[in-house]
C-alpha cells in the first residue's frame, strides 16, 4: 500500500525518476496554502456579507486592487534579490503573526473597516503564498519535467483546498468562525518548513549570470511573451472578478441568512474542489499532452464563454453557478498548470519578477478594472447582474484572441533562447559607389597591409581614372605576385599604353599568373595584331613564354586555340619534360576542352597525367566542355584525393544531365566509398528539384552511413535552394525509420548486461554511438521539413550535455512539430520505449545486435559473446565466420578459439 | 595478433583519440602494427624525427631526456602520442625496461587515414580543441 501511493501518482501523472521526491514537497505546501485559503475564504465571505451585503462588494474588489497594486510593487522591490524558498521562509512567518492579530481584533464587536481590512489581506496572501510556492516549483523542474510534475502539485493544491473547505463545514460549529484562523496559522508555519525541502536545479552560475543580467534589465522591453502575458493575466483577472459578483449575487438574491449562505459556501466550495481535484487527476495532464500548452489556455476562457452564454439564455441557480463552477473547476488546475509552463524560457530572475507583477499587479489591476465594470453596470447602467454576462462575452473574446498571441510568443521565446547558442557571423562587403569610396580605395593601397591592397586593387578593376593608373604603376614591382597581377589587371581597364613598358618586362616575371596577365596586357595593348604577337610567344622557343601564351589563350581566348594549336605542336609539347613540361601540359589541359575534335589524341593522354596539376586542369576543361563521354572518367576522379575538388566541380556543372549516371553509381556496390561519397557532394550542387527526388529516394534505401551522406546532400540542397519542394510523403518513412532505430538502440542498451568488462565498455559505446547518429539523421529530415535553423538550434540544445537546455530544446520541438512528428520525436528525445520494439527483443539481448544490420554492432557484439554458455549464441558465432564484413570473421574466429571451439 | 577488435579497445583510451567514434577507430586499428621489442632496445632518441605514436602491449617503456626519468609508459599506455600531428624532433627518448609488446601508429599512414575520413580527423580535432579549452580554463582565458 505504501508503495502503491508513490506508484500511483508516477503512473496517474507520468512522473520520472525521482520527480515525485522533488514533487512532493512543493505539493504538500501548495495543498497547505490551499487549504488555508479555503479555510479563510468563507469565513471572509460570511464576514463581509453578513456586516455589509452583495452591494458593497464591488467596492471592497476594487479595494483590493488598490492595495494590492501597492502592496505588489513594495513586495516586488523587497523581494527582488532573494530566492522564493527564503522569501517564504521569511514572508510566511509574518503572514502567520498579521493573522494572529486579526484573530485578537476582529469578532462581532470589531470595527467595520477591520472587516474590510481583512477580506483584501486574505486577497493578498493567496496572491503572494500561491505565486511564491508556483516560484518554487519553477525552479525546481525543467521545462519538460513541468508538465508531468505541475499537474501533481496543482492535485496537491486541489486536494488541500477540499480539506480545508471540508474542514470548515465541519468544524466551524465546534471551533467558531474566528478560532480557524489559528488553524491557518498553523498551515502557513508547516508549509514554509516543507517547501525548503527541494533541491533548485544546479544551472551554470556564470552563464545565467551573464545573460540574467542584460536580460533582467531589457526583458519587459523586448520580450514579446511578457509583453502578451499581461494582457491574458489582466483580462483572465476581469473575468473572474465579473464571474465572482455575479456568483456572489446570486447566492446573496437565493439564500437570505448569514448561517445559509455560509453553509452554502462551504459546500460549493468543497464540491467545487473535488470536481477540481478529479479534473486536475485526469483532465489536466492529459489535455497538456494532448492539446499543447496553447490549446490547454484557451479550455478556461471558451469554458467560460459556453457557461456564460448559457447562464444569460436560462437564469435558473443551477445554471447561474455554472460561469464561476468553471472558473473555480479549471483555473487552479489546467489553467494554472499551463500557464506556469509558460515563464520557462524565461531566465530564473526575469520569471520571479514577471510572476510577482503579473500574479500580483497585473491581477489586482485586472480586478479592479473588473469591479469598476460591475460598479458602471450594475449602480450605474443599473443594469441586473445576469447582464454580467454580456460583459465577460466580449472581454473573453479578447482574452482568446491574447492567448492565441502568448502562445506564439512563447514558441519564439524559446526559438530564442536556443538562438543565443549561435553566432551569425556577417560578412560586409564594400560597395564602390561613390566619389569618397574610390578614395578610400585609392589611400588602402599605400597600406602595410598585402590583403587590403590586393583586395582594393579587385575593387578597382573597373575603375578608370589617371589617379588609379598613378598609384597601381608602382604596385607592378611589388614583391607579392597576387598585387602584381591585381595591379595589371587594373592597368588593363585604363585606356592608353600607359603600362607596356613594365608589362614587357613582367612577361618574364617568375609567377606565371604574372606572365599571363602581362602577356594579355601586351596583345591588347601594344600596336599589331593580337594573333601576331601570340604567336610570337608560341613561337619564342622559350618554355615559359609558351606556357604564358597558353595561358592566355586559356582565360581570354579559349575558342581561337585551335586556331593557334596544331597537332604537332601539341605533341611537341607533351614531350617535354621536367618541371618545364608540367607547366606547359597543364596549360594545354586548360585548353583541351576547346578542341572540338573529341578523339584527339592530346586529350586522351592528358587525362591520363600523373601530375596532379595537369590532371586538375584537364578535368576542369572536361567539365567546361560538358561532353557525355567525360562522365566515367571524373566519376573515377572523385576518388583521387588531390583532384577531387575539381571533378566534383566539373561534375556539378553538367546539371542534371548527369543526374542518371550519378544515380548509377550511387546505387552500385561495386562503385568505391570514397566514390559514392564524392557524388553525394556532387548532388548538392546541383540545385533542381529532379535531384532532390532522387536522393530523397535514395536516402530511403541506403544504409546507416550513406544515408547520412544523402541527408547531408538534401540539407544543403535546402539551404542553397530555398525554393525546392521537400515531399512529406518520401521524407515521413525516413523519419519513422530512424526514430525505430533509435528506440531499438536504446531497448537494447536496456537489455544489455551492466558493462564493467573492456568489450561490454565498447559495446555499450558502440551503441551509444549509434544512437547519437540516428538522432542526427532524425534532426537532418526534420531540417528538411521545418525552418532548418530552428531544427539545427533544437539539436545543439538536445546534444548538449546540459540537462536545462536539452529540456528547453525537446519543450520547442514540441511546440514547433506537427502532432505527428511531435508524437514521433518527442518520446525519442526523451528515450521513451516503444511497447513494439521492447516486444520484438525476445531471446539473449546479444543475439540482435550480433543480427544487426550494422556490421561494427555486429563485430562488438560478437566480441561479447561466449560460445559455451547458449546454443543461440554459439549458433549465431559460427554464423558471422561468414560474415560478409572480414572484421566480424576476424571476431568470430578469435571468440570461438577463445571458447576452445 | 590483435584483432582489430581489440585494438579498438586499447585506442580509445588514448586521449587524442577519445572524440572518435569507436567505429571510425577501427580505421586506426587497421593501420596499427604490433611488434616487439627487446630489453633496453632504443625505440627512438631525442631529437629524432617524430614519426609514430605508440601503446605499450607488454612490458615498461621508460621515457627519460638523457638520465633524467620524464615518466614510464606502462600496459595499455600510450606514449609518443603528439608525433602524429607534430613535425618537430623528439624531446625525450623511449627506452624499453623489460622485453616489449608494442602497438605503432606510423605518422604517414595515420595522415593518409585522416586525408581519407574526415569523421577521424572531426574526432581528433574536437579532442585537441577540448584540449585547448581546458588548458584555457585553468590558466583563465575566457572562452573563445
Redesign the interface.
Known sequence: MAAGVPLAATRLFGLRGNELVRALPVAIAYGLVLASMYVLKPARNALFLGRFGVEQLPYVLLLVALVGGVSAALYGRAGRPAQARRMVLVLFPFLAVQLVVFWLLLGDQGPGWLVYAFYVWVNLYGLVATSLIWLIANSVFDAREARRAFGFIGAGGIAGAIVGGAFTQLAVAHLGTLNLLLICVVAMLVAAAVAQLPRPLDVPATSARRRNSAEVGTGWAASPLLFWLVPMVGLAAVVSVIVDIQFNAVVAETFTTVDRKTAFFGQFFAVLNLFALVFQLVGTPRILRRLGVGNALLVLPVSLALGSALAFVAPVLAVALLPKSVDGGVRHSLHKAASEILYLPLSDPLKQRAKLFLDSTIDNLGTGVGAVLALLMTSVLTLHHRHLGLVLLVVIAGWVLVTTRVHRAYVDAFRQALLRRELDPEAHRVELSDAASIQSLLAALDSDNDRQIAYSLQMLASVESEAVIQKALPLLSHSVAEIRVQALRVLQAQPGQSAAEQARALVADEDPRVRVAAMYYLCTRSDGERAERLREFLDSGNDELVAAALGCLAEHWPDEAERHLTPTFIAELLERQGAAGVVLRRELARLAGSFSDPSLAAREQLTRDESPAVLGAAIEAAGRRKAPEHVPWLLQQLAN?QVRVQARSALAGYGVRVLPALRDALTNPEVPK?IRRGVARVLARIGHQKTVDLVAALALDAPAGERLQLLKTLNKLRERNPRLRFDRGRLAPLLDDEVRLHARLVALCRAADKPVT??AR?LW??LG?KQGEALERAFRVLGLLYPPKDIYNAYLGVVSGNRVVKASAIEFLDNLLARDDQRQVVPMLEAEPLPAVDESMEGHWLLPLMRSRDA?LR??AV?NADPTLLESIRDQVQQARRDPDP?VR??AD?VLRRGGM | ML????K??LL?SVDVFSEV???QL?HVAAIAEEYDEPQGARIYSEADPSDAMYIVLGGKVRLHRGDTEVTVAEVEMAFGTWALFDDELRVVSATALAPCRLLRIDKEDFIELL??NVEITQGVLKAVVGRLRALAGRVGVGRG
Open positions: 584525393r570514397a573492456p568489450p565498447l559505446r558502440a554511438e561494427w563485430a562488438c566480441f572484421i576476424e571476431t578469435l | 584483432t582489430i577488435v581489440e579498438v579497445i580509445q567514434s569507436t567505429e577501427a586525408a581519407d
